[in-house]
């Protein structure tokens, strides 16, 4: 009971801090420039959007690394070792501390992708429409030039809408994107107890440029290349899609098993190596 009550107490800290308010208006901004397009496009056509355009927007490759960046700028304190922390390690020892570190960032990981689709709700307000298929505006984007003509700041690919239903990529993409986030964030605590902080966001930012690394190789090698970068795989609409008979980026399957198996691996040398390591404290928390 005290091990949960520390997990909770730890989650919401760090949910309510300057850091994460600073995260969702730096998301929020974006994604209403990513929407304003689609928006005039909507009210045109006087046709409404779509709840399900957010695995649209994350697919696009700038979003998506914008979208990294912002996940290392918030993990960038891992493995959050202030001073208000150092009580709670003696009190629940270094094993529960760890633990409730990494719960604590799975549970931000979920958090961060809910509030995504949630602003793009939001965002989108009246010309939203919720229903289970893609709407009209999304496939009239997808089979005409209109998102080029309203200068739309990402692609539609219909081959996606063909693969999965709307809810289908929804769940998709929140899951993996989760995943990912969740990946991410461990990613960076294991750096940090291994090595030290600044090889954590060094390792985390070579790991989100990745994703241009998958862009700029051939066709015929990017799903062999998307295999080995698990930040390609937040832009889940290009999964199942072929460029040159190759595939973009490996299966669903592949990527939830790669990304569970990595994540344990991970959460296992971290656990191991907190009890052999001197904790270096910090000031507390800030932007």
């Known amino acids: 009971m005290e091990v949960l009550r520390y997990i909770k107490q730890l989650t919401v800290i760090k949910i309510m801090n300057a850091r994460t308010y600073a995260l969702f208006m730096i998301q929020g901004f974006i994604l209403y420039i990513y929407l304003k397009p689609v928006i005039n496009f909507s009210q045109t056509v006087q046709h409404k959007v779509s709840v399900w355009v957010f695995p649209f927007l994350l697919s696009n490759i700038y979003f998506a690394f914008l979208f990294l960046l912002e996940i290392i700028y918030y993990f960038s304190n891992v493995p959050f070792m202030q001073y208000s922390n150092m009580y709670q390690i003696i009190r629940t020892g270094r094993k529960t501390w760890a633990v409730g570190q990494i719960i604590s960032i799975f549970l931000q990981s979920v958090l961060i992708m809910a509030v995504n689709f949630l602003f793009c709700i939001i965002l989108l307000g009246r010309n939203c429409e919720w229903g289970t298929g893609w709407g009209k505006v999304l496939h009239t984007a997808a089979l005409t030039n209109a998102a080029q003509y309203y200068e739309f700041l990402f692609e539609i690919p219909y081959d996606a809408m063909q693969n999965f239903t709307a809810i289908e990529l929804s769940i998709c993409t929140f899951l993996i994107g989760s995943l990912v986030v969740f990946w991410m964030g461990i990613f960076m605590f294991m750096l940090s107890i291994v090595f030290n902080r600044m090889i954590a966001i060094i390792g985390s930012v070579s790991m989100a440029a990745g994703i241009y690394l998958v862009e ?72």
Not at 262 to 277: K, P, T
Request: charged share 20%; hydrophobic share 50%; with cysteine.
């Open 216 to 287: 700029s190789v051939h066709p015929m090698l990017s799903q062999k290349v998307s295999m080995f970068i698990p930040t390609s795989w937040l832009r889940v609409a290009y999964v199942g899609i072929k460029e040159h008979d190759s595939f973009v980026l490996p299966s669903v399957p592949y990527i939830f098993i790669v990304l569970i198996m990595s994540i344990i691996i991970m959460c296992r040398i971290i656990l191991r190596r907190v009890h052999g390591i001197e904790f270096e404290w910090s000031k507390e928390d800030g932007v």
